[in-house]
């Protein structure tokens, strides 16, 4: 096999093997909290890149995404209490197509209202719909169930193949199949003509407009697609925990899917799989070493928008030419002198932040604070004074040293420079 067919199948590749190691995953770390994690990581990854339709491809910032996994959710679970009622004979496995269609359908409603504008305008609306969908899940208890939320039993309902999802294991692998199925659907999507000019209304909606095209036609058309996709992710939910609340609908589950398309990468179809799996990670296990979790997901976000906007597949994508080229190497030098730097400027900086959090929110827990492996008395201005001092010396090594790392792109650069054709 060639190198140019071993790149253009390389993408492909990639994908297989992310596919097989999901498969593999129960096996090569047996443990149930890591199984429950990765089945929330799973429905994360569908839900992500079902937003990125409306973000990536399509241009449009939505700050209630949530609303239609929510609603999704609640309508797979009340859908499978009536096959726990003998009153719906399907298998619970099909659950989420009839999610992903519930969420079509609410897009649909939604979207027609939307839809009509682009921009801020559309982000202030589908704000507006997150607030009133919220506000209604405490009014129509019949439908959310109050503060409490509905509850189900997924062992419920005539077996397919014998599985009945009463072990976690086989919740994973319904999650992964229905994952792997939405991630292809949604790539096709991607390639047909539909999708095709959505990114060219996402560009330019007048010169769209002039060629015969609709942009509100193909936004709305987008826009269920993108419901749709997020029904199957809230039906997974549903599933999953067995209970879906008033919470699946706020604006801070909007908002985390939006962080994690942006963080991973908005502008790649992978992208979102990656800051799924990053942000949950940070959530999942951050947050139980400490309580100011929430300030470093917001730091790092913050980051990515100054000086990573493309994501972390944008920095991925940027090291390609260089990897084929086999001129990456040059990179690692500099790399790691400006990493070393930026640890230290970080250990320093990450010192302050837990010791101001204690001092100002923990303070009744006593002075003493258990800081990267070490007992710091927060009362001693000597621990305040190392951490200035190593925070300070961090930054301007850390300033020192990235000139470096611009200079080792700046020859890499040249080089490819000269060996294009």
């Known amino acids: 096999m060639t190198s140019l067919s071993i790149g253009r199948h390389a993408g492909q590749i990639v994908w297989f093997l992310a596919i097989a190691l999901a498969l593999l995953l129960p096996e090569l770390i047996p443990s149930k909290t890591a199984l429950t994690k990765m089945c929330l990581i799973g429905i994360t990854i569908v839900f992500a890149l079902s937003y990125n339709i409306l973000l990536g491809q399509t241009g449009l910032l939505s700050f209630g995404h949530a609303v239609y996994f929510g609603l999704s959710g609640f309508a797979a679970i009340h859908l499978i209490n009536l096959i726990g009622r003998h009153q719906l004979p399907i298998p619970v496995l099909i659950v ?33 719909i997150a607030e009133l969908v919220a506000a209604s899940s405490l009014i129509l208890e019949s439908f959310f169930g109050g503060e409490s939320g509905v509850t189900t039993d997924r062992s419920v309902g005539p077996t397919l193949f014998g599985i009945d999802l009463v072990p976690q294991i086989q919740v994973y692998y319904l999650i992964v199949g229905w994952g792997v199925l939405s991630a292809i659907t949604m790539y096709a ?35 269920i697609v993108s419901a749709f996709f997020a029904g199957v992710a809230g039906g997974l939910a549903a599933i999953n925990y067995e209970i879906m609340t008033a919470t699946n609908l706020s604006t801070a589950a909007s908002g985390s899917v939006l962080i994690m398309t942006y963080i991973g990468g908005a502008s790649f179809f992978y992208g979102p799989v990656i800051g799924a799996i990053v942000i949950s990670l940070i959530q999942l296990s951050l947050s139980d070493v400490t ?40 990179l690692i030098p500099s790399y790691l002198l400006s990493a070393a730097a930026g640890s230290v400027f970080a250990v320093g900086a990450i010192a ?30 000597l621990a305040w004074g190392v951490a200035i001092l190593v925070t300070v010396c961090g930054f301007f090594l850390f300033r020192r040293t990235w000139p470096l ?17």
């Open 96 to 128: 989420p197509l009839f999610a992903g269609l519930a969420g079509a359908a609410f897009g649909l409603l939604f979207g027609i209202l939307s839809t009509r504008r682009h921009g801020t305008a559309f982000a202030m609306i589908s704000l507006a």
């Open 189 to 223: 999507f991607t390639r047909t003509p539909l999708g095709r000019m959505a990114t060219a209304v996402r560009d330019n909606p007048e010169r769209a407009e002039f060629i015969g095209y609709s942009p509100q036609i193909v936004r709305l058309l987008s826009f």
């Open 291 to 330: 309580p100011a979790w929430l300030l470093y997901l917001g730091l790092l976000f913050v980051i990515t928008v100054l000086f990573a906007p493309t994501g972390i597949a944008g920095l991925i994508e940027r090291h390609l030419p260089p990897l084929r080229a086999r001129v990456l190497h040059h």
């Open 352 to 381: 302050l932040l837990e010791m101001n959090y204690h001092v100002t929110l923990n303070a009744h827990e006593g002075p003493l604070l258990r800081l990267f492996w070490i007992q710091v008395d927060t009362t001693q201005p």
């Open 405 to 421: 790392v611009g200079g080792a792109w700046n020859e890499i650069d040249s080089r490819l420079r000269k060996a294009a054709p």
